[in-house]
Structures are given as C-alpha cells and as structure tokens.
C-alpha cells in the first residue's frame, strides 16, 4: 500500500509547489508522511460536511484545492469551527494535503484545462513566472485564442459541459463575437490589467469584485463570473481520477457531500 508521501510526490510533480504564490499555505498541511494509505478522497474545500464524509467513508487522505489550515493558528482547540475540523481530523488520522495556486498554475492545472476545453489553441500564461526546473508552461492564468471566432452562448455551452449546472453572469457591453480569451479560476479578478493588456475580448473568472466588473466594463473587456466553486471543482473530480489510475490500489472519489454554499434563489415565495 501506498503511503501519503508517494501520493504527495505524485501530486507534487503534476503541480510543483514551487508554482504556489508567496502568500500561500500548500503542501501536507495536516498528518504523517509515513502513513499507509487504502482511501483517499478529493473535494475543493474543507468543511463540516466534506470532513463528515472522509470520516464516515473511513478515508485517510484528503486531497483539497483551498488550504485548510489558510493562516497560522495560535491554538487548535475545539471553542472555533475550524479547531472543532482539525480536531476531528487528526483524531480520525486523517491527512490533508493542498496544492491551490500551484494547482492553478500547473502546466496541466485548473486553468489550462479551463481553457482547453472551450477550444482555444495557442494557449500561453497570462502573467509569467521565473522559470521553474522540469516545468513549463509557468506562469498564472491563461489566454488563448479560437480559431474562429464564437459567441458567448457558444462559450458558456461549453462551460456547461465541463461543469454542469451554470448560472454565470457577465458584464454589460458588445455581443461582437469572441476571439481572444483570457481565464482565471477563483478569484481571478485581480488579472483584469494583465487580460486587457493581452488585448483580450473575454475574461472568464469564478468570482471578481463589483469595482472589477466596473473596471472591466469601462475598458470595453466583457467579464463572465462563473462562480467560484464551478470555476474549480471540477478540476478536483479530475485529480481524483489521476490518482486512482497511478495508484490502482487504492480506493479514491470526489466527495459527493460537498456543494456550492451558494444557490438562487425561488421568486416563486413572495411572501414577506
């Protein structure tokens, strides 16, 4: 049987931690290198209800996209949500391994594989970054182009199929055809300047901030938010298959507890 270190070097050389931004917190953030390993399940996030499922499931590993730890901690006790987690976590023996940004900017990452699969070729990174041993395609996020062009409705069909259920939204402005194409999952609003630079028609992000949008808007760059957990859980239904074809022996799912902690609501009660 494997142990959690085989599967972290694994996921290391499919997304270098070396790729994370300074600020991150990536890596095994909770357990033993040295445990053996039969279950592993992947999800976006850590919360009550993913922890709920590896505990039941009997999992010893999960593989999550957001950090969990993010910040340091002073104490881990059980007064805090987050304490009451990890406690649950390292009583059940539970590993917790993240590769967040460096998973985003991985030559085969979110965002490529974002990118890819709304048919854009020559696909390059939006923001570059020094040169990495052993690794290519460095950089943040992508942009491409298509070959023809197409339209929105093309590109948010698209969406759909790689995600599922989509509500996105978009910024007001021109339904001009789309050439060039520029993608950030997550918060990837702050790329806004380096897409504009690109000379780019869309930018599809998870999730940007109201000024952003603005921003966008007034620089005649249509802005389309996908959501935040649609922009980048699906690239965790993938990790999992990865690992369970590296590793045959194990047992390895994407939760199926874990969902979007936003929905729309029903104008169907008006009641006040």
């Not at 950089?139 to 199929?161: C, N, T, W």
């Not at 995600?163 to 050439?179: E, F």
């Not at 380096?194 to 952003?212: M, N, Q, Y």
Request: net charge negative; charged share 20%; proline share 6%.
């Amino acid at each position: 049987m494997p142990q959690v270190t085989d599967i972290c070097d694994f996921l290391h050389r499919l997304a270098p931690l070396e790729l994370a931004e300074p600020w991150d917190n990536v890596g095994l953030l909770v357990g033993s290198r040295e445990q053996t390993v039969q279950r592993v399940m992947t999800c976006l996030t850590v919360t009550p209800e993913t922890v709920d499922e590896a505990v039941r499931e009997e999992a010893e590993l999960i593989l999550v996209h957001h950090p969990f730890p993010f910040h340091p901690l002073k104490r881990v006790t059980t007064d805090t949500p987050m304490g009451r987690l990890l406690s649950r976590l390292i009583r059940a023996e539970i590993s917790v391994y993240s590769a967040h940004t460096a998973f985003d900017s991985a030559a085969r990452g979110i965002n490529q594989q974002l990118i890819e699969r709304i048919g854009c070729g020559d696909i390059r990174p939006l923001v570059s970054q020094p040169p990495t041993e052993n690794v290519s395609a460095n950089g943040s996020a992508r942009y491409g182009r298509f070959l023809e062009p197409r339209s929105i409705g093309q590109i948010v069909a698209d969406l759909r199929h790689l995600v599922g259920r989509l509500v996105p939204r978009i910024t007001r402005g021109s339904d001009a055809p789309v050439q060039q194409v520029a993608v950030a999952c997550g918060s990837g609003g702050s790329f806004l300047q380096a897409a504009i630079d690109k000379r780019c028609d869309l930018f599809i992000v998870g999730e940007a901030s109201f000024h952003t949008c603005l921003d966008a808007k007034a620089q005649g760059v249509r802005l389309l938010l996908m959501g935040h957990y649609a922009s980048e859980r699906f690239a965790m239904e993938g990790v999992a298959e990865r690992v369970a074809q590296q590793f045959n022996t194990l047992t390895v799912w994407a939760s199926r507890d874990e969902s979007d902690p936003l929905e729309y609501c029903s104008l169907a009660d008006n009641s006040p």
